[in-house]
């Protein structure tokens, strides 16, 4: 299967919740139901996974479904950038995660990187806002936003979290192996742009 089922098993899920949500009739409800069964079908012919964990992704939405936010920090030191090792896959990206509820996007980054890093740091400047379909990540179940903030180290020392096993400061012609479902390489190098230009405009999409 190509990338373009995926994208059409993500689209009738998002149609089917919105007209659970919305939907009155019961036989209009009935036919959402059966579009939420047959893009868990797809789903799960196209990545392999569980029909039981695609199925409790896909029933634990509510609402009108809109992307998912991630954010991730870009602390720069020494011409150097701050990565964490992730613990799940072994692999390196900026610190961030998932925005909490009752967070703006610059607390969200604070916590993060105090909780994967153990350094405290101050939001400086709004980087990039990109649409995870438009990049080189892996296939994902759900539709993603990513912020990347700049920030400025005010205080801690490097501290491994309970989802990270290492920190360190990377050159950019030395990155290690990157969780690219997390940050992709080019991803990485546009954050370097904004190290050697201050004045870079915010990217999006």
């Given at each position: ?46 990545t ?7 199925q ?10 809109t992307?998912?936010?991630?954010v ?19 692999k ?6 998932f925005?909490d509820i009752?967070?703006?996007?610059g ?6 990187i105090?909780e994967?890093s153990?350094?405290d740091v ?5 980087l990039a806002?990109?649409d995870?379909n ?6 994902q ?6 912020i ?15 989802e ?6 990377f ?8 969780s690219v ?8 190098k ?5 190290l ?5 405009d915010?990217?999006?999409d």
């Open positions: 299967m190509s990338d373009k089922w995926l994208e059409c098993a993500k689209r009738i899920q998002a149609l089917s919740q919105s007209g659970l949500a919305f939907s009155k009739s019961v036989y209009d409800i009935e036919r959402y139901e059966e579009l939420r069964a047959i893009s868990t079908e797809i789903m799960q012919e196209y392999g996974l569980e029909m039981k964990k695609i409790d992704l896909f029933t634990n939405e509510k609402g009108y479904q992307p998912k936010v991630d991730r920090g870009v602390v720069f030191k020494d011409d150097k950038i701050l990565m964490v090792k992730e613990k799940i896959d072994d390196w990206a900026l610190p961030g995660g925005c009752g967070l703006s996007p607390e969200n980054i604070v916590k993060e105090r994967e153990g350094y101050t939001p400086v400047k709004l806002l990109l995870l438009k990049h080189p990540h892996p296939p179940a759900y539709h993603y936003y990513k990347f903030i700049q920030c400025r180290i005010t205080g801690g020392e490097a501290k491994s979290g309970v990270t096993k290492g920190i360190g400061f050159e950019e012609e030395h990155l290690p192996e990157l479902g997390r940050n992709t390489e080019s991803q990485i546009m954050m370097f742009e904004f050697r230009d201050p004045q870079k915010t990217v999006f």
